[in-house]
């Protein structure tokens, strides 16, 4: 099975800290999503990332950043963090051959509260 | 990008069968039609895929009419652990492996 895990499922920070949200998958996947989930919005991507060091866009990237030096680990950072930034964080991964090409694997998320 | 239209919320009782209806009207030829079920508190997770007719597995069916503007999934007698957020995604696994969630139908199961 694909595991992909979360540093923190509950993390609580203040505004203008640096925050870091840590995501790891044991398959092997070349691609790794970041997004962020708010009631009524469903889910936004914020970042993704196709191979080691590669990132592209979402739609929300203002913000963050992210960071992938190695294929299983892919980092969402907020800069300083700011209370409109509280949300549930969702990391997700996929692969781009065989039968389960393109099925996200999703972590079970960092719901982040901003003080 | 095919637009997909599901509704925003369904009701239901225990034992009885869901279909939920996605409307893409612009889906392309080499898109997929995939839905993800998403439980509170977790991320969501693939349920069923297919490309036109119909296709079933030990989860749900998923139906596709010859035009495929359209596409229904159905879950037979549903249970209260089938309360989830459902979502309607067309693909057509050439964009870097990113997807395009909406917002997908809550489906409440009730007693």
């Known amino acids: 099975d694909v595991k992909v895990t979360q540093s923190s499922r509950y993390l609580v920070k203040r505004t203008g800290e640096k925050v870091f949200l840590e995501c790891v998958q044991d398959?092997?996947?070349?691609?790794m999503f970041w997004y962020r989930q708010d009631p009524g919005l469903g889910l936004r991507l914020i970042y993704f990332?196709?191979?080691?060091?590669?990132?592209e866009k979402g739609d929300i990237p203002e913000g963050y950043s992210v960071s992938r030096e190695k294929k299983e680990r892919f980092s969402l950072i907020l800069e300083s963090a700011s209370t409109n930034q509280t949300s549930m964080y969702l990391c997700a991964s996929s692969t781009t051959t065989g039968l389960a090409r393109d099925t996200q694997y999703f972590g079970p998320g960092t719901r982040l509260t901003v003080l | 990008l095919a637009k997909t239209t599901q509704p925003i919320s369904m009701d239901s009782y225990e034992g009885q069968e869901v279909n939920i209806t996605c409307s893409h009207n612009?889906?392309?030829?080499?898109?997929?039609i995939t839905w993800y079920q998403q439980f509170p508190s977790q991320g969501p997770r693939f349920i069923i895929q297919g490309y036109k007719t119909k296709v079933t597995n030990e989860v749900a069916s998923l139906f596709i009419p010859a035009d495929r503007k359209s596409s229904t999934l159905s879950l037979p007698r549903v249970s209260l652990s089938d309360t989830a957020v459902y979502y309607c995604l067309v693909d057509r696994g050439s964009t870097l492996g990113r997807l395009y969630f909406g917002r997908g139908t809550q489906l409440t199961v009730w007693p």
């Open positions: 990332s196709y191979d080691v060091k590669m990132k």
């Open positions: 398959m092997d996947h070349e691609n």
């Open positions: 612009n889906i392309a030829t080499n898109d997929y």
